[in-house]
């Protein structure tokens, strides 16, 4: 059974750096993206971040030149690099695989709290 496992979540300062990894259980095929989301307490989950088997990236406006998202294929992982945060980035952040087969994967979550 595959599972996401996601860590690097905790509690930071404004302007410091955290850095979230979602890593798989067993092996994934056919993966088309991985993501990064989030949602804060009394909103929707949103995007933040994409990157897609070709390494293309798609980032929400608020953490553009903020974060970053990487991946390494052979371990199925895929980061979030989080610099420079605000105590507004706060929020539940969740991976997301999304499979040609099979269709989406969710991590459980991590929190991410930013203190000013």
């Known amino acids: 059974q595959v599972q996401l496992v996601e860590s690097g979540g905790g509690l930071v300062q404004a302007g410091g750096s955290l850095r979230l990894s979602c890593a798989a259980s067993?092996?994934?095929?056919?993966?088309?993206?991985m993501g990064w989301y989030r949602q804060a307490p009394g909103k929707q989950r949103e995007l933040v971040a994409t990157?897609?088997?070709?390494?293309?990236?798609n980032y929400a406006d608020s953490v553009k030149g903020r974060f970053t998202i990487s991946r390494d294929n052979d371990k199925n992982t895929v980061y979030l690099q989080m610099n420079s945060l605000r105590p507004e980035d706060t929020a539940i952040y969740y991976c997301?695989?999304?499979?040609?087969?099979?269709?989406?994967?969710w991590g459980q979550g991590t929190q991410v709290t930013v203190s000013s």
């Open positions: 997301n695989i999304a499979r040609r087969f099979g269709g989406d994967l």
């Open positions: 990157i897609t088997s070709g390494r293309s990236t």
């Open positions: 067993g092996s994934i095929s056919s993966i088309r993206a």
